[in-house]
């Protein structure tokens, strides 16, 4: 039976017989940097391809199908044309924010990567406060937009970041929210612990009615995080070019695109620990061999983004009143009401 | 309370809008209008309705159906058509008769407009369904619709 557990183990031994424990620890927390970063990165790029995919097959197309089998290689080649493209900027730029912003969000994004219980042993950290650590690294990310949109001196730019904020603003309350509503449920912030809680059955059974609730709204104010569709009025390329990344080019444009996705993939993530169970099979068919848990999470993950890329193929963009009257009209309102009830069902213990 | 109405009716519409793309999402594979045009060459088959080019049909006997009228000439906005005409001794009657030396056609000019081909009292000329039309020099765009030696059906004029 192979356990990750075993493997990172026996890495750790190794490293430290090798040198002094202070240097030690360096290198192994630089080599776990290392490993999430390639990952993710490549993970990253196929999930553009999914996302190409599947749009394709919603509008009757067939997508690229050229670079490799199936067009596995397409945005690996796309990935190595925007490294090799010029990095322009506009004149009165402020260079050194406009050079910052794009490693603002896509660490942000990285850094939300390492809470997640991929398997029972395959966590690189796993802090005491878990959920609120993600949803506060989650908001970080805003500020690379804000940054890049104001630093750019453009003002499709500026429009598509004060967008950004305000929308981003006011769904980090229902995301926040709809998730403390499972905290009543589970009683902790750490994700192993909520994962631990769910050995008897998935959050969203648990909690039944109040927990759908939630997982709905989860999912609305998640879309609406991440700025895709319907709700990326941010880069809404009808009325404002791309939106505050109009002036990026390149490996700066790519990575407010790569975090784009990997943003994306923490919302499913989030959702897929808080509500599915993480990486506990259904009904526990595959206890015995824990490995496959990776492949049970990354499955509702993934079955979580493809939702997402439903969403964003089916719904028109919404207005900037809309968006804020489904907020503050609707979605809290229910959010707050929804908290009370949970909390009642699990006073009264009518929990499944 | 229209409230909840709203939400409800929201929540409706919106699975109604899902479930639409999610039924053309399980029939892309059959369903998909994308040619993958150089691949599939040998089999593409361009529908009925589609405007390629001018051509004249020949039958067997190497006969066409044009009389040489010109009415096509005189429809063509832009003079894309050029009929160079002669006259001939009919063998049945001994009367003198109008027939075509060469019916001269100029792609490169043409905007498929369709008007010749309403014109035409004898459907003498038809759409073509080819669409690779490109050459390398402009004089080949130039093309004579009517074959060498042909002449025209017997019994059309009537």
């Known amino acids: ?352 | 309370m229209s409230y909840f109405s709203d939400i409800y009716s929201g929540i409706k519409t919106l699975l109604t809008g899902m479930s639409v793309t999610g039924k053309y999402f399980l029939h892309a594979r059959k369903g998909a209008i994308t040619q993958q045009y150089p691949d599939n060459r040998a089999t593409l088959k361009m529908f009925d309705r589609f405007r390629g080019e001018v051509v004249m049909p020949h039958d067997e006997n190497n006969e066409h159906q044009c009389t040489g009228c010109q009415k096509c000439e005189l429809a063509c906005p832009n003079g894309s058509i050029e009929i160079i005409w002669d006259r001939g001794i009919d063998e049945t009657t001994g009367k003198k008769k109008k027939k075509i030396d060469q019916h001269i056609y100029h792609l490169g000019m043409c905007t498929m407009c369709g008007l010749c081909i309403e014109a035409c009292p004898t459907d003498a000329i038809v759409w073509a369904q080819n669409f690779e039309n490109s050459v390398y020099d402009r004089t080949k765009l130039t093309k004579v619709l009517n074959q060498p030696g042909s002449k025209v059906k017997a019994g059309i004029e009537d």
């Open chain 1, 1 to 352: 039976m192979i356990r990750f557990f075993s493997i990172t183990k026996n890495i750790h031994e190794w490293l430290f017989n090798l040198m002094p424990e202070s240097v030690a620890s360096v290198v192994e927390m630089i080599l776990i940097a290392v490993v999430y970063l390639l990952i993710f990165a490549v993970a990253g790029l196929y999930l553009v391809l999914l996302e190409r995919r599947v749009a394709a097959w919603f509008q009757l197309r067939i997508g690229p199908n050229r670079v490799g089998y199936q067009g596995l290689l397409q945005t690996m080649a796309d990935a190595l044309k925007l490294v090799s493209k010029e990095l322009t900027g506009t004149e009165k730029a402020d260079k050194f924010l406009y050079n910052l912003a794009p490693y603002f969000v896509i660490i942000s994004s990285l850094m939300a990567l390492s809470v997640f219980p991929f398997t029972q042993d395959f966590q690189a950290f796993d802090i005491n406060i878990g959920l609120l650590f993600l949803i506060a690294i989650s908001s970080i990310g805003v500020i690379g937009i804000l940054l890049g949109g104001w630093s750019s001196n453009n003002k499709f730019a500026l429009i598509g970041a004060m967008r950004s904020g305000v929308q981003t603003i006011s769904y980090e309350l229902s995301v926040g929210l709809s998730l403390l509503t499972m905290v009543l449920l589970t009683g902790s912030l750490q994700l192993s612990e909520i994962v631990e809680v769910q050995k008897g059955g998935w959050l969203i059974v648990q909690g039944h009615i109040p927990a759908v609730i939630a997982f709905m709204i989860y999912m609305i104010a998640g879309t609406a995080e991440t700025n895709r569709a319907p709700f990326d009025l941010v880069e809404a390329e009808s009325e404002l070019g791309a939106g505050f990344h109009t002036e990026y080019s390149g490996m700066k444009f790519a990575y407010f695109f790569l975090a784009e996705f990997i943003n994306m993939f923490i919302i499913a993530a989030i959702a897929t620990t808080v509500f599915f169970g993480a990486w506990l099979s259904p009904f526990g068919i595959t206890e015995s061999i824990p490995i496959l848990g990776v492949v049970w999470f990354l499955g509702k993950t993934l079955i979580l983004v493809f939702l997402m890329m439903w969403f964003r193929w089916t719904f028109p963009r919404l207005r900037i009143d809309q968006l804020l009257t489904l907020e503050w009209k609707y979605l809290l309102p229910i959010n707050l009401i929804n908290i009370v009830v949970m909390a009642f069902v699990v006073w009264l213990k009518i929990t499944i």
